[in-house]
Structure formats: structure tokens, C-alpha cells
């Protein structure tokens, strides 16, 4: 598996849509979507919905249009330590990191976005399925990691 894959299995069937943007976002890049529908990368201020950008593009008259995942499990690099089957979220440079969705009694709108940027939920190493391994491991900064992406968790 490589950067931007979908693994495919038999639920959930992946989720995905074709967007243009005038960002240039490399396969395994979390994305966002401006006020006209077309992709930016994503980053820790993004608010969702975020998907992820696949290894497929298609050129249609001169205008670059990338496959997207926005349901669906994707190979995504973490960019810090992240425990199986938390929430993650993007950082500032565009990598994965374990959301903090922590909600005071007296919130703020600050902790209200975080939900608005949680990408998915973090499955395991890359490496954990490829080798049918049952006992998942914790992520660290650059590891190939799997990303259930999607809101509808």
C-alpha cells in the first residue's frame, strides 16, 4: 500500500467525489473544501468536512480534478503519536494527529471547532493489516497509518 490508497473492503463501500482546486494536494494529503466547493489542503484550522486525496486525478480540458475520499478507510502519514481508535485531526503542517475533543462545563468556541476538524477516526499502522496483525499499534510522527475518514462515524 502506498500514500493516498484505498483500502478496500467489503463494508463500507468508499465514498468518493472529484474536485478541482487551486491547491495541489500529493495522494494522502487531508483536504478541505473552499466556499465554492473546490479542495484546499487541510490544516489544524481547517473545519470539515475533510476528506482525503486519493492516488487519482483526471485532466478535463486543461483543469486538473482529484479523486477524494470522504468516506472510507485511507493511507495517511501521522505527524505524532496517536492511539488506536482515537479521533485525529490535522496538524499545522498538514500531517495526522490524535484530536483532543475535550468540552469544559463552561465551553468555548474553541472547543466547540475542534469537533468541526475531527478527519476520522485512526485505526492502526499500515504495516498492522498488512501483515494481519491483530495487536495494533500506537502511531509516531511519519509512520503510514490507516484513517477511517469521514464524519458519519
Not at 473544501?33 to 486519493?54: E, N, Q, Y
Not at 493511507?75 to 483532543?100: D, E, H, Y
Not at 471547532?113 to 476520522?120: E, I
Amino acid at each position: 500500500m502506498a500514500l493516498g490508497d484505498i483500502v478496500r473492503t467489503m463494508q463500507p463501500t468508499p465514498v468518493v467525489v472529484w474536485r478541482k482546486g487551486s491547491a495541489t494536494p500529493v495522494a494522502g494529503d487531508p483536504v478541505g473544501f473552499d466556499a465554492s466547493g473546490d479542495i484546499i489542503i487541510a490544516v489544524d484550522t481547517t473545519d470539515g468536512p475533510l476528506g482525503m486525496r486519493t492516488t487519482a486525478s483526471k485532466t478535463i480540458s486543461a483543469v486538473i480534478y482529484y479523486e477524494i475520499l470522504i468516506v472510507g478507510i485511507g493511507v495517511m502519514k501521522a505527524g505524532a503519536a496517536i492511539v488506536p481508535n482515537k479521533f485525529v485531526a490535522v496538524l499545522a503542517n498538514s500531517k495526522i494527529t490524535q484530536a483532543t475533543t475535550t468540552v469544559n462545563a463552561a465551553y468555548t468556541q474553541a472547543e466547540i471547532q475542534r469537533f468541526w476538524r475531527v478527519l476520522g477516526l485512526y485505526l492502526g499502522l499500515e504495516s498492522d493489516f498488512a501483515t494481519n496483525d491483530y495487536a495494533l499499534s500506537n502511531a509516531a510522527d511519519t509512520n503510514l497509518i490507516l484513517v477511517f475518514v469521514g464524519r458519519g462515524l
